[in-house]
């Protein structure tokens, strides 16, 4: 009786076991503190592409002290850390779009963007899937189709926690104000800051 009923077991097992493999690779939203400042963030976790037909990567979107940043995250070597290195990706049978990303200081398999992440992640909501290759240092192509199947509701989240509603606007709360003025100012050269200047004062005529 007790061999019957492990046998039983097993089989049972074995039927639920592609249902908990999909649960366990699926998008997810998470939010977790910073263990250096404590800050709360907030990010959403891709999917692995087929681990017989791609490369073992995913794609993370980030909400970090109100930035938004894309992350890929592979198991192969990306480059050197802190360098440049390409991106392209497509959305269902659209055209692919080039980018740009930059390994962490700290990793050389970790890369981001914060400049062309807001206009991904609207493409990536826009698809049922996103399909990806980073060129690595050493010629080698990574790559992966991500479905994003599940993916609209992580991804909204972290977009609303950034101050981005899920058509890339940035809400009242979150506009850009003086204070950011002020910071971005700040890391301008003495040139660089005369030609803002001059900008504004432009543009303060015309309305006057």
Same mark, same amino acid.
């Given at each position: 009786?007790? =061999?019957?009923?492990?046998?039983?077991?097993?089989?049972?097992?074995?039927?639920?076991? @592609?249902?908990?493999?999909?649960?366990?690779?699926?998008?997810? =939203?998470?939010?977790?503190?910073?263990?250096? #400042?404590?800050?709360?963030?907030?990010?959403?976790?891709?999917?692995? @592409?087929?681990?017989?037909?791609?490369?073992?990567?995913?794609?993370?979107?980030?909400?970090r002290?109100?930035?938004?940043?894309?992350?890929?995250?592979?198991?192969?070597?990306?480059?050197?850390?802190?360098? $440049?290195?390409d991106?392209? =990706?497509?959305?269902?049978? $659209?055209?692919?779009? &080039?980018?740009?990303?930059? #390994?962490? *200081?700290?990793? *050389?398999?970790?890369?981001?963007?914060?400049?062309?992440?807001?206009?991904?992640?609207?493409d990536?909501?826009?698809? &049922?899937?996103?399909?990806?290759?980073?060129? #690595?240092?050493?010629?080698?192509?990574?790559?992966?189709?991500? @479905?994003?199947?599940?993916?609209?509701e @992580?991804? #909204?989240?972290?977009?609303?926690?950034?101050?981005?509603?899920?058509?890339?606007?940035t809400?009242?709360?979150?506009?850009?104000?003086?204070?950011?003025?002020? /910071?971005?100012?700040? /890391?301008?050269?003495?040139? +660089? +800051?005369? +030609?803002?200047?001059?900008?504004?004062k432009?543009?303060? *005529?015309?309305?006057?």
């Open positions: 009786m007790s =061999y019957r009923l492990k046998v039983i077991g097993f089989f049972l097992w074995l039927g639920l076991m @592609p249902i908990n493999l999909n649960a366990a690779n699926a998008w997810e =939203y998470i939010q977790e503190n910073d263990r250096l #400042t404590n800050r709360a963030y907030s990010f959403a976790k891709s999917p692995f @592409p087929r681990r017989d037909l791609y490369d073992n990567l995913h794609l993370e979107v980030v909400c002290d109100n930035a938004l940043q894309v992350i890929v995250d592979a198991d192969s070597l990306i480059a050197s850390q802190g360098s $440049k290195f991106v392209e =990706y497509q959305i269902d049978q $659209k055209s692919p779009v &080039k980018i740009q990303m930059t #390994t962490f *200081k700290d990793s *050389k398999r970790r890369g981001y963007t914060s400049e062309f992440a807001a206009a991904l992640v609207s990536m909501l826009s698809g &049922k899937a996103v399909f990806v290759r980073v060129h #690595t240092l050493i010629r080698e192509v990574l790559s992966g189709s991500i @479905p994003m199947d599940g993916g609209a @992580p991804l #909204t989240r972290v977009l609303a926690d950034c101050g981005i509603n899920s058509s890339g606007n809400s009242i709360d979150a506009q850009y104000g003086l204070e950011d003025f002020e /910071k971005d100012y700040a /890391k301008l050269s003495v040139e +660089q +800051q005369r +030609q803002v200047l001059d900008k504004i432009r543009i303060i *005529k015309e309305f006057n």
